[in-house]
């Protein structure tokens, strides 16, 4: 079938598309109850655009590959790709619809977070119990190819969006992912083999270490979910019951490989160590305009003295919550310097099913510090060379010193 597109339809179509994208947009903006800055609009010359259009209908050999929809969607993509930004990308609807998934805390896949390092695609951490912490996957591993047998995919990562990483990643329970790594440390890139499964993540993990002194209330929060809230409240109580009856020695935070999730949530769990009133951390948009997220409940263990363990893992809210202890020196931070994902993305639905992830703002700690591509320096550095040499958890045992 030969595809004949005139300039006049092109027109009439990009015209439509445009006009949709603005409803988007507006309807955005008065969503947020904000207006747009009184900047004048930049002028694009499209005639290049139009030319090159032309030129591709009027010579391209494979007729029936030039589909107006996916040439438009394609000229979208190009155009967010060139911000430089991986975190802001244009969805298809295919890529949109997977995407749409939540923080319920089960889904399919492999278990890992994903994100970047130098636009590079690279694990934020393996979630625990989930096949690729079985298969041995690392935070911080770069992810330089996927491959899966069955659905006939063999791609290299260079330039691929998060959605469509995870689309590609996921897949029918039971079935194999092979992943090519590139790992500090090792000399050649590896392939990785990971079984899916279905991935139910717990909101935390809670034990006691028994210490000369009293005991300390150890907890490992996998991920600021729905169903943290709860769970935390029940760990609380139970170290307050310790805590009165004079057996409490302190707290140890394990953010480990905790990739980040609801922002409440951080800022929840913040309020359980830190008074009424202060400051967890300030959203700074696209026009420069600050609001401040601060402690609104009394916390329960406001004098107990506290350690916080992080690792490369440790993303987002989770780097949100360990810097702001750390600027109040309400906890002494122990591990390794953690990811560096501290920019905010917009979700917009558009026409169509497609779908636009905005970075729309940036993490500031309450001292003004950016989280984004600087992480949270630990105040007692324990290396990952040296942990991995003896199977003890050597920054968790240096946290059982400092308390």
Do not use: C
């Not at 510090?369 to 630990?378: F, L, V």
């Amino acid at each position: 079938m030969v595809i004949r597109l005139s300039l006049k339809k092109i027109r009439r179509v990009t015209l439509g598309l445009i006009l949709l994208l603005g409803v988007g947009f507006i309807g955005y903006q008065l969503g947020l109850r904000r207006s747009l800055p009184q900047t004048p609009v930049k002028e694009a010359d499209l005639s290049l655009f139009w030319l090159t259009w032309r030129r591709l209908e009027e010579k391209y050999l494979d007729r029936e590959a030039l589909d107006p929809k996916k040439m438009v969607e394609g000229a979208i993509a190009g155009m967010v790709s060139s911000l430089g930004d991986p975190y802001t990308v244009f969805l298809p609807p295919a890529d949109n619809k997977v995407n749409k998934e939540d923080l319920s805390g089960e889904f399919g896949g492999v278990g890992i977070q994903l994100g970047y390092k130098n636009k590079t695609l690279a694990v934020i951490a393996p979630l625990k119990g989930t096949p690729a912490d079985r298969a041995g996957i690392k935070a911080g591993d770069l992810i330089i190819r996927i491959k899966d047998d069955l659905k006939k995919i063999d791609r290299e990562t260079e330039g691929i969006s998060l959605p469509e990483a995870v689309k590609l990643i996921r897949g029918q329970e039971g079935t194999v992912v092979k992943l090519t790594l590139v790992r500090e440390g090792v000399e050649k890139p590896f392939e990785v083999a990971i079984t899916r499964g279905k991935i139910l993540i717990p909101a935390l993990e809670s034990k006691w270490l028994d210490q000369e002194g009293g005991q300390i209330a150890y907890v490992h929060l996998f991920q600021f979910s729905e169903r943290m809230n709860q769970e935390w409240r029940q760990w609380v109580q139970e170290v307050v019951r310790t805590k009165n009856r004079g057996q409490l020695r302190g707290v140890i935070l394990d953010l480990r490989n905790n990739p980040g999730g609801y922002l409440q949530g951080a800022v929840f769990v913040a309020s359980e160590f830190l008074p009424l009133g202060k400051v967890v951390v300030w959203e700074e948009d696209y026009r420069g305009q600050k609001t401040k997220f601060s402690v609104d409940r009394p916390g329960d263990l406001l004098e107990v003295p506290l350690v916080v363990l992080i690792n490369q893992g440790s993303a987002s809210a989770a780097e949100i919550l360990a810097g702001a202890l750390q600027d109040y020196q309400r906890a002494q931070i122990v591990g390794q310097k953690s990811f560096g994902k501290g920019t905010i993305q917009s979700p917009e639905e558009l026409p169509q099913g497609a779908g636009l992830h905005i970075t729309i703002a940036r993490w500031l700690l309450p001292s003004g510090r950016s989280i984004n591509k600087e992480g949270i320096e630990p105040d007692v550095v324990v290396e990952a060379s040296e942990s991995a040499k003896i199977e003890k958890d050597l920054i968790l045992e240096k946290a059982i010193d400092l308390l």
